[in-house]
C-alpha cells in the first residue's frame, strides 16, 4: 500500500516551452502532497507543500510563477513548469502524506521525473 | 530551525564489511527520523524510521536507534552486499513544520565484489 506513481517518468522539451508533471497516490488518498527538486549527486530541495483545494506553499527562492502546482483532488497533483529553461533540467520528485494513514508523518514517494531542457 | 547532518561520502566498502554512516540532527521540537535510500535514476525509499527516543528502526539488515540524548541516529549493517550500493540520506520529521521533511546531504555507498 500507499503507492505514489509520477508521469511522465522522463521528458524532453525545447526552451521556452511548458511541461506537465503529474503526481497520483494510487491506494490512498493524500492530504498533502510536497514537490522536491534534486541537483546531480546533491539532496532534495522541497520547493512547495500543497493541500488538496487549496493554495500551494511555496519555500523560499521558488518562483511561484514559474512553477505552477495544483492539487485538485486527493488524489492528484501537478506541477508545470512555464517557459522552461535549460536550468530548469533536474530531478523533480513529489510526496504524499495523509490524514487516513496510521503513519500520518511518513512521506510515501514517487519514482521521480526526469527534466531535460534543450 | 530543524537540521540535519550527516557524514559526507563517499563511502567504499568491500562486501560483508561493516557500514556505520553517522547522523545527528537539531529540532525545536520531538521529530521522528528517518534514514532514505536512493539507487541511481530512482525516487527515494524508505529504509526504516523511529519516532520515539530509544526506538530502533530495522529493515534488510540495517538497523539504527533513535538517540535523544545525544541527538543521533546513525546508520549501520553487520555486513553490506554490492546491491546495497546506493545514495542514503538521513532525515527528520517535525510536526511543528507541517511534517516538512528535512534532509540531510546524503551519503554516497559503494561496495565492491
Known amino acids: 500500500g500507499a503507492v505514489v506513481s509520477q508521469h511522465p517518468s522522463w521528458v524532453i522539451c525545447k526552451s521556452g516551452t511548458s511541461v506537465k508533471i503529474e503526481c497520483r497516490s494510487l491506494?490512498?488518498?493524500?492530504?498533502?502532497m510536497f514537490w522536491y527538486r534534486q541537483f546531480p549527486k546533491q539532496s532534495l530541495m522541497l520547493m512547495a507543500t500543497?493541500?488538496?483545494?487549496?493554495?500551494?506553499?511555496?519555500e523560499q527562492g521558488v518562483e511561484k510563477d514559474k512553477f505552477l502546482i495544483n492539487h485538485a483532488s486527493l488524489t492528484l497533483s501537478t506541477l508545470t513548469v512555464t517557459s522552461a529553461h535549460p536550468e530548469d533540467s533536474s530531478f523533480y520528485i513529489c510526496s504524499a502524506i495523509s490524514s487516513f494513514l496510521g503513519s500520518y508523518n511518513e512521506q510515501f514517494f514517487g519514482p521521480g521525473t526526469r527534466l531535460t531542457v534543450l | 530551525g530543524d537540521s540535519v547532518t550527516q557524514m559526507e561520502g563517499p563511502v567504499t566498502l568491500s562486501e560483508e564489511a561493516f557500514l556505520t554512516i553517522n547522523c545527528t540532527y537539531t529540532a525545536t521540537g520531538y521529530p521522528s527520523l528517518f534514514w532514505y535510500v536512493q539507487y541511481p535514476g530512482e525516487g527515494l525509499q524508505l529504509l526504516l524510521k523511529?519516532?520515539?527516543?530509544?526506538d530502533k528502526g530495522s529493515n534488510k539488515g540495517f538497523e539504527a536507534t533513535y538517540r535523544k540524548e545525544t541527538t543521533s541516529f546513525h546508520l549501520e549493517k553487520g555486513s553490506v552486499q554490492v546491491s546495497d550500493s546506493a545514495v542514503y540520506f538521513c532525515a527528520l520529521s517535525d510536526r511543528g513544520s507541517n511534517y516538512k521533511l528535512t534532509f540531510g546531504k546524503g551519503t554516497l555507498l559503494t561496495v565492491n565484489p
Open positions: 500543497s493541500n488538496e483545494g487549496s493554495k500551494a506553499t511555496y
Open positions: 491506494d490512498f488518498q493524500a492530504t498533502t
Open positions: 523511529a519516532t520515539k527516543a530509544d
